[in-house]
């Protein structure tokens, strides 16, 4: 198995996961069933101000592996704290590049984030998945994760 180096930031490196995020998009446009014209417009930008938004009443935590070799992001976690209404914690988004995945890289990221929720007593934690990308439950599960209900939105023409 290949050695990936692991290393934590915060939202001023939000810019570093540009790239993969783009591809978690493209992922989640293909996926989806009723969105995808939304997923087509949507643009890191926004997803980045949505973000950030959220420090107005928490903090934020990136974890990036990083190539051996090229010591660029192949994969992340964004995780987030929100203390407002009630302490929540949140994996707001995490990806592993294809041609990365099955080196172990998604659960090491996943358990920095429930460490990093752990180390400051965060008990309730979610994670949103896009409809369309229900494979990724039996691999949540794992970590306690369970789907709690489903929300339906509206769609605008």
Known sequence: MTSFEFVSTDESDLDKVRPLWEVLREHHQKKSIDFKIRYEKMSFNSR??????????GKMRIDLALNPITK???????NTIVYEPAPEGEIDSLLVQPDF????????????????FDSNNIVTRK????????EVFAFYKKFGF???FSTL?????
């Open 146 to 148: 369970y789907h709690k």
């Open 153 to 157: 939105e509206f769609k605008s023409l």
């Open 72 to 78: 660029e992001p192949v994969g992340y976690c964004i």
């Open 48 to 57: 980045k101000a949505d973000l950030l938004k959220k420090l107005e009443h």
């Open 101 to 116: 995945r099955g080196n172990g890289i998604a659960e090491k990221l996943l358990n920095f984030a429930i460490e990093w």
């Open 127 to 134: 994670i949103v998945v896009a409809a369309g990308n229900e």
